[in-house]
């Protein structure tokens, strides 16, 4: 028997176009053989439809455009896990067995969707909420990583709406110097972040953090290379990638158009580590992955200094997922193929 999977796409949030990218990637590589798929289309502005239309509408951005949407709604009903299509000539119901949120940034990795569906009864793949909303806050994940007390972070100070930004620079001018990052707590993507040197540069960048939330965390300047180390959790079993090392080139820290949108980055998968070094840093991954209680799946980032320290920077639940991605390449290096990948993150979450 098929199952019924929704996979949700686009979302109110700055990463709206990377949301497209990994979505059309998963949707050309799941195995439709397996499921019948619903891919639920959500705009810039929040409305949510019924795409059923050709994915390419999805990679170029018109989807929302289209003659091949249709306005749907949710039952919060926990029995029901109902999906209602509101077509013309009445209401089609659908009975839902597991969603995928290939939604990036806030309104999709922060836990809201994850809790809806949970109170719909319906599995989503990744973490639930609780895991994706602390994870999501940099300062919350902090806190709570901080417990592991043989993992270091950067020092850091919180701001909060309506603090005063002044007597905040002091403090990160005493505690932490310059240069020193600004990020706004609940992003991702690298957007809104700003490398500061200087205090002129401070109130631009807290200005440009408090467009994407109204907290934010203001880190100290850890020199070294960027690691990344991709989780894969199946019933309490977890499958850890070797590191990838990632160059940003000349770019001055791998922001959104480093990530995104230049050829400047490049990468080396295996990261070059001894297999002491390694198994460390694939140890800490695990750990973090573990103690902010994530399920599914997950990227987990370090900083790797030239002293030899890792340094844990963030983690992402629901990481870029197009083929080229880094956490799909570094379990492509494991063993498990693209389609395989999207296959077991489903059976997972339906299975429990």
Known sequence: MKHNIAVLFGGKSSEYEVSLSSSFALLSNIDREKYNLYTI???????????????????????HESDYVTPIMVSPDNNSRKLFVLRDGGVESITLDAVFPMLHGKFGEDGQIQGLFSVMGVPVVGCPHASSAVSMDKAMTKAIVRELSDIRQADSVTLRKGDDVSKVCDECEVKLGYPMFVKPACAGSSVGISKVRSREEFFAAMET?????????????????????????????????????????????????TKYVSDASSYYIPARL??????????????IFRQLDCRGFSRVDFF???????????????????????????????GISYSELIDRLIMSAING
Request: charged share 25%; with cysteine.
């Open 304 to 334: 790797y200094t030239p002293e030899g320290d890792f340094v844990f920077n963030e983690i992402n639940t629901i990481p870029g997922f197009t083929p080229i991605s880094m956490y799909p390449k570094l379990m492509i290096h494991t």
């Open 41 to 63: 289309g959500i705009t810039r502005d929040g409305a949510w439809y019924l795409f059923e239309g050709d994915i390419s509408l999805i990679k170029n951005g018109t989807w």
């Open 209 to 257: 953090a408090l467009k994407e939330d109204s907290k934010v965390l203001i880190e100290e300047m850890i020199t070294g290379c960027e690691m990344e180390v991709a989780v894969l959790e199946e019933g309490g079993r977890y499958t850890v990638s070797v590191p990838a090392e990632i160059d940003v080139g000349g770019s001055d820290f791998y922001d959104y158009e």
């Open 274 to 287: 001894s297999e002491e070094k390694t198994a460390l840093i694939r140890r800490s991954a695990e750990r």
